[in-house]
Nanobody
Framework: QVQLVESGGGLVQTGGPLRLSCAAS????????MGWFRQAPEKEREFVAA????????DYADSVKGRFTISRDNAKNTVNLQMSSLKPEDTAIYYC??????????????????WGQGTQVTVSS
């Protein structure tokens, strides 16, 4: 079973950048599709971005497309989310997640069995 730990969250001003990282241990990292999800207060957990086993495919939520970039480094067992042009509506707990299959344009949270504890991102207005 893979274990995931997010880092890099914090308080950032509107328009600013922030980089989140997720470190994986256990299992074979390259065998997992990796995703980022977020959950704002009183809202459902929503998909943000996903990247396939070797990084050849990426998917993004429409709300973050063009602003966020997901990447992975299989040699370091890490997946990153580079966020730019942040908006107050990006405020949420951001979760790293792993799955065995690629769910093209349908990355529902219940399709990802493995989850980190989350890291808080707060964008101030």
């Amino acid at each position: 079973q893979v274990q995931l730990v997010e880092s890099g969250g914090g308080l950032v001003q509107t328009g600013g950048p922030l980089r989140l990282s997720c470190a994986a241990s256990g299992g074979t990292f390259s065998s997992y599709v990796m995703g980022w999800f977020r959950q704002a207060p009183e809202k459902e957990r929503e998909f943000v971005a996903a990247i396939s086993w070797s990084g050849g495919n990426t998917d993004y939520a429409d709300s973050v497309k063009g602003r966020f970039t997901i990447s992975r480094d299989n040699a370091k067992n890490t997946v990153n989310l580079q966020m730019s042009s942040l908006k107050p509506e990006d405020t949420a707990i951001y979760y790293c997640a792993a799955a065995r299959s690629w769910y093209s344009r349908s990355h529902y949270a219940n399709r990802y069995p493995y989850w980190g504890q989350g890291t808080q991102v707060t964008v101030s207005s």
